[in-house]
Nanobody
Framework: QVRLVESGGGLVQAGGSLRLSCAAS????????MGWYRQTPGKQRELVAS??????????DSVKGRFTISTISRDSAKSTVYLQMNTLKPEDTGVYYC???????????????????WGQGTLVTVSS
């Protein structure tokens, strides 16, 4: 079973930094993209940053220039995505969810399909 395990959330003062990590493990063939989403009370979950094929990055306007997403793939069945968050602001507060779009084999067919997986979420609180 494919799993995403997040870590790195916590409480930080405005202007500070945090680094989130998300480790993907399990039986997948490859990773199409990984990303971080943020959710605050009363709002929909929104994309913060994503990385596709380990190269192409995309950021929400609110975090451009402050956040950096990167990924390390140790082998075809394990990969970690990081979100370095600098110059944090109180409005960055929220639960951050890791997301992965994976390519997995359909058992017994030799074919592949996409599988979207979410992490359990990690709370980031930025105090003013």
């Amino acid at each position: 079973q494919v799993r995403l395990v997040e870590s790195g959330g916590g409480l930080v003062q405005a202007g500070g930094s945090l680094r989130l990590s998300c480790a993907a493990s399990g039986p997948f063939f490859s990773i199409n993209s990984m990303g971080w989403y943020r959710q605050t009370p009363g709002k929909q979950r929104e994309l913060v940053a994503s990385i596709t094929r380990g190269i192409d990055t995309n950021y929400s306007d609110s975090v451009k220039g402050r956040f950096t997403i990167s990924t390390i793939s140790r082998d075809s069945a394990k990969s970690t995505v990081y979100l370095q968050m600098n110059t944090l602001k109180p409005e960055d507060t929220g639960v951050y969810y890791c997301n992965a779009d994976l390519r997995v084999e359909v058992p017994g067919t030799g074919r592949f399909r996409s599988l979207e997986v979410w992490g359990q979420g990690t709370l980031v609180t930025v105090s003013s």
